[in-house]
């Protein structure tokens, strides 16, 4: 078994209200400075302090890189303000749309770069758990998990077929072209092994007694403390005040 980090221990509903305040703080300020320079800091500490620094700063630059470089381009070229930061023949990079650019992309870090570290601090099993306590049917919660683990399960076997086919003797690396080329005949097993796991799953589930509608036990011991308690309104009473102060006073 792996050894919990110090957020990772943390109730999973607990991790979930925090991140989400978190995302709407930086949501409602709208600046792009608190954004950068507080919000994006907190959740790369935090991820240190759970061990997982260079796995999630890898995962977040690289999941949102792409789409804040598009932002960036569209804004800041095809905004309608006058003022010209920079022109070059008929490109004119406009000060306003660089603005807006950033704060836009300074809420996607930090609602993306949020949900991301509650998925790297969190187990998927104990989320399940977590939200059946809460009230949520076991079939509402074996779908939300099998949604969430469908794509690394594809990445998963389309690695292992690459391999299968690179063992045959099937040119798989080189340029575009190649890699395409190679892609499609993945294709096929893919989706046969996919739904040869569904089967497979179906089957398991009745053995179980999945289905059954009784009361279900648990492999493991999963429960809300009192520390739990203390973040989750502590959380919430610093978000009211937030609030208060940034449309009351």
């Given at each position: ?22 995302a709407l703080t930086a949501i409602i300020w709208g600046d792009y400075q608190f954004g950068y320079f507080i919000v994006v800091p ?38 309608p303000s006058d003022q010209i930061l920079w022109n070059f023949a008929f490109i004119s990079v406009k000060k306003a749309g660089i603005e807006s650019a ?148």
């Amino acid at each position: 078994m792996n050894k919990k980090g110090v957020i990772s221990r943390i109730y999973p509903l607990t991790k979930l209200v925090v991140v989400l305040i978190i995302a709407l703080t930086a949501i409602i300020w709208g600046d792009y400075q608190f954004g950068y320079f507080i919000v994006v800091p907190l959740l790369i500490f935090l991820a240190f302090l759970e061990g997982k620094f260079v796995s999630y700063t890898k995962k977040m630059i690289g999941a949102m890189i792409i789409m804040c470089t598009f932002i960036f381009i569209i804004k800041g070229l095809f905004d309608p303000s006058d003022q010209i930061l920079w022109n070059f023949a008929f490109i004119s990079v406009k000060k306003a749309g660089i603005e807006s650019a950033l704060r836009l992309t300074s809420i996607i870090f930090a609602l993306g770069g949020s949900i991301l570290l509650f998925f790297e601090t969190t187990d998927l099993e104990d989320l399940m758990i977590a939200l059946q306590k809460m009230g949520m049917s076991h079939v509402s919660t074996f779908i939300f998990l099998s949604t969430l683990q469908m794509i690394p399960q594809f990445a998963q076997k389309s690695k292992v077929i690459m391999q299968a086919q690179r063992a045959r003797g099937i040119e798989t690396e080189g340029n575009i072209l190649i890699r395409i080329k190679a892609f499609f005949p993945t294709l096929t097993p893919l989706i046969i092994s996919s739904i040869s796991d569904i089967e497979d799953k179906v089957v398991t589930m009745e053995a179980r007694a999945f289905s059954v509608e009784v009361k279900k036990t648990y492999m493991q011991i999963l429960d809300i403390k009192l520390l739990d308690y203390i973040i989750i309104f502590s959380s919430l009473i610093l978000f009211v005040i937030f609030l208060v102060w940034r449309y009351l006073i």
